[in-house]
């Protein structure tokens, strides 16, 4: 009687788990992920390629709370962000073309990711040359968008 008593009561917990389980929204498949966070980095540079910073920054989670890394140590909030890359490029040469390569994105949960890749603005006709370097980047879903909530960029 014992036994069937546990039998039962395990039965029942696997019924209750699998219930709460179904109604449950699934998490997103890592190639779905993978590939709406490929095209948040798609939009960027395009919107950094028409000089449009602050459609570059609609990649950026815009909150007080996003954090930057670059070479003057880390930048909180959006609008910090968004004014100090207005200020490091005020101009579309400045800018140049951006491309990113050797991405490599990894689905940390159903709710975080990260991304490992190369920089490269090519600027003709800027003294200084073109740039480049490596990030990595932190995306996070918020209210159903990926969004990147931390970036460590650096130059090389």
């Given amino acids: 009687m014992l036994i069937f008593k546990v039998i039962a009561t395990a039965c029942l917990s696997i019924t209750l788990g699998l219930r709460s389980y179904a109604g449950a ?6 190639a779905a992920t993978r590939r709406a966070i490929a095209q948040v980095l798609t939009t960027q540079t395009a919107a950094w390629n028409r000089g ?7 990649g950026y989670w ?14 909180y909030g959006w609008q910090p962000t968004l004014d100090n890359y207005r200020k490091s490029y005020p101009d579309a040469t ?9 991405l490599h994105i990894t689905v940390l949960s ?26 990595l980047l932190v995306f996070k879903r918020v209210a159903g968008q990926w969004v990147i909530v931390a970036d460590h960029t650096s130059a090389s």
């Fill in 25 to 30: 929204p699934a998490p997103p498949e890592p």
């Fill in 52 to 58: 449009d910073i602050p459609g570059f920054m609609a």
């Fill in 62 to 75: 815009h909150s007080d709370s996003l954090v930057f890394i670059g070479k003057k140590g880390p930048t």
């Fill in 94 to 102: 400045q800018m140049g073309k951006l491309d990113f390569g050797n």
């Fill in 110 to 135: 159903a709710e975080s990711a990260q991304v490992v890749g190369h920089w490269h603005l090519a600027r003709p006709g800027v003294a200084a040359g073109d740039l480049q370097g490596y990030f």
